[in-house]
């Protein structure tokens, strides 16, 4: 496939919109056109020992989870890991992908593939997503009445004001009287001056209307996900469930205050990767996760929910099995797709 027509299909498989807004996704490193990708590599994190992994796998494009390019590079050197990362993708000819925190919000992303450790359950997400194409532009619409006396001195004011859309006029009857109604989309900062201005004419603020533009929620889709099992189970049950799904001989675990290994498990709130500000404030029985501070486990022993950290990757990472074979489908089958080898979590028990 070609590589513009693969990063079509990528972003159809998980749009980037999905994405939280500090993140750095999609095409990072792009080798000039015309690109032709014959195989897809993919990996949790890129480093160099999976790079060099790539390279020898004739991969034509790196899907890396993680964005290895996340704070901006002022140079690209053979001086840091990250640049070499860089010189050594364009080299070779190789692009690199990634969807991050996108993979996290979809229905059958990195969250969906977790809830699977925990057995029948039913789970929602904890941060819901909201359409991001839903209304386009704004985040309020003003709707106000004006003769023509007054018309056209205001369209010219407003059509001064940043951040305003979708401006359209109709002819309204109003009280008996022919009158235009515009209709506008504008941003929190445009609202103030749109309605300081129509206050100074106080036939036009008496007849405006202004309504707070709320974008739909997408079914399934969103941040974290808050599970409720079919039937409570204890911790110790939970826990051993969790290491045959990540594949784990060790988790960490912190008993909530008032909890033993034998209490029973219902619900229970996940987050893949580091999960403090995604779970916070949740009321479960039992937080799933790959890192939390140490402050936000003791808060949360202290409130009785008890916390399972697997390291950060190890949430993450058996994903992309599941992965291939969802892009191998998204895809037709028309390209290779490859899962690294040497792709692994930097922490190990000694």
């Known amino acids: 496939m070609n590589l513009r027509e693969l990063v079509s299909a990528l972003n159809d498989f998980a749009s980037p919109a999905l994405a939280e807004s500090w993140d750095n996704v999609g095409l990072l490193v792009e080798p000039s056109p015309p690109h032709t990708v014959n195989t897809l590599f993919l990996t949790n994190d890129l480093t160099e020992e999976v790079m060099e992994e790539a390279v020898q796998k004739k991969a034509d494009l790196v899907l890396s989870y993680h964005p290895p390019i996340f704070t901006p590079l002022k140079r690209v050197t053979w001086k840091t890991w990250k640049e070499r990362l860089v010189v050594r993708a364009l080299e070779n000819r190789i692009g690199i992908y990634s ?31 909201t359409a991001p194409s839903s209304p386009a532009e704004g985040t309020h619409r003003v709707e106000f009445c004006a003769d023509a006396e007054h018309l056209d001195a205001v369209l010219s004011k407003i059509k001064d004001i940043p951040e305003i859309s979708s401006l359209t006029t109709l002819p309204a009857r109003v009280e008996g009287e022919e009158q235009t109604r515009v209709s506008l989309n504008c941003s ?46 204890s911790l110790s ?32 709130a996940l987050c893949a990767g580091s999960g403090s500000s995604v779970l916070k404030g949740t009321e479960a029985d039992l937080y799933l996760t790959g890192e939390m501070s140490h402050h936000d486990v003791l808060d949360a022993v202290a409130n009785g929910i008890s916390v399972i950290l697997c390291e950060h990757s190890n949430t993450e990472r058996g994903f992309l099995s599941e992965l291939r074979d969802a892009l191998a489908v998204h895809l037709q089958n028309r390209i290779n797709i490859v899962v690294s080898e040497k792709d692994r979590d930097p922490l190990q028990v000694a």
């Open 188 to 233: 929190q900062k445009a609202l103030l001056e749109v309605v300081a201005l129509l206050s100074q004419n106080s036939g036009l603020y008496h007849k405006t209307e202004i309504l707070l533009l709320q974008k739909p929620l997408l079914a399934h889709t969103g941040m974290g996900r808050l599970c409720t099992l079919s039937e409570p189970v």
């Open 99 to 129: 969807p991050h925190t996108a993979y996290d919000a979809i229905p059958h992303g990195v969250n969906n593939w977790l809830t699977k450790g925990l057995g029948a359950c039913t789970s929602v997400p904890l941060h819901p997503s």
């Open 237 to 268: 049950d939970i826990i051993e469930r969790v290491k045959g799904h990540l594949q784990l001989p060790h988790v960490r675990v912190a008993l909530g205050a008032g909890r033993t290994l034998e209490s029973p498990v219902k619900k229970v």
